[in-house]
């Protein structure tokens, strides 16, 4: 029997896929995952498990009440190297109905394209390139992602608190329209 290697991983082999999960139960599938890839030694192979969640605020009984709210309610994305150890145990983790991506019959799934997770880290706070902001109240931003992207705005108001910025941004007819918009959102722009 031949002495087990320590895998050598690449970065360009570790993309992120999106796994289906029974709705309401990503967290759950989320746990169990991350145990499944401590006790069974995938390490190497499984990186990070994401629930794309974000804070919102409720009302009840005249209280403001923060709660996460899930974007894809029924999905989770994972970043790993696609071997077959690592499609074993995602697939039958309890929770987990399949990959999106996966055509069946033994076909392993495509990756997400890796703008399109990045702009989905950035929107959760949990993308390591925006971390910090190097705006403040007065600067000109240009909006990333949501209904004004590619938009310029002016920031008139921040919360640190919350990390959402009040932005007027010019729309119909040059009238300035305020937008509160999260700082991941935002870039600095000098046009």
């Known amino acids: 029997m031949a002495d087990k290697k320590e895998p050598e991983v ?7 896929y999106v796994v289906n999960t029974y709705s309401g139960h990503e967290n759950r599938v989320k746990e169990n995952l991350e145990k499944r890839v401590e006790s069974m030694g995938i390490q190497d192979y499984l990186f990070r498990i994401v629930v794309a ?3 919102e605020i409720e009302i009840k009984g005249g209280k403001q009440v923060e709660k996460m709210h899930n974007l894809f309610p029924g999905y989770l994305f994972v970043e790993m190297k696609m071997t077959n150890e690592a499609w074993y145990v995602i697939r039958n983790t309890p929770g987990v109905t399949g990959f999106i991506g996966s ?3 033994g076909a392993k799934p495509f990756p997400v394209a890796p703008e399109e997770m990045e702009s989905i880290l950035r929107r ?11 705006f403040k109240i007065g ?3 240009k909006v990333l992602s949501g209904p004004f ?3 310029i705005g002016r920031v008139i108001a921040m919360n640190d608190q919350t990390r959402i ?3 007027s941004i010019a729309m119909f007819a040059g009238r300035e329209i305020p937008s509160d918009l999260e700082y991941t959102d935002l870039e600095k722009t000098e046009k």
């Open 10 to 16: 690449k970065e360009e082999e570790v993309q992120w």
């Open 149 to 151: 992207v590619g938009k």
């Open 103 to 105: 055509s069946g019959g």
């Open 53 to 55: 969640e974000e804070p």
């Open 165 to 167: 910025a009040s932005v």
């Open 139 to 141: 600067d000109r931003v």
């Open 124 to 134: 959760i706070g949990k993308n390591d390139k925006n971390a910090a902001i190097d």
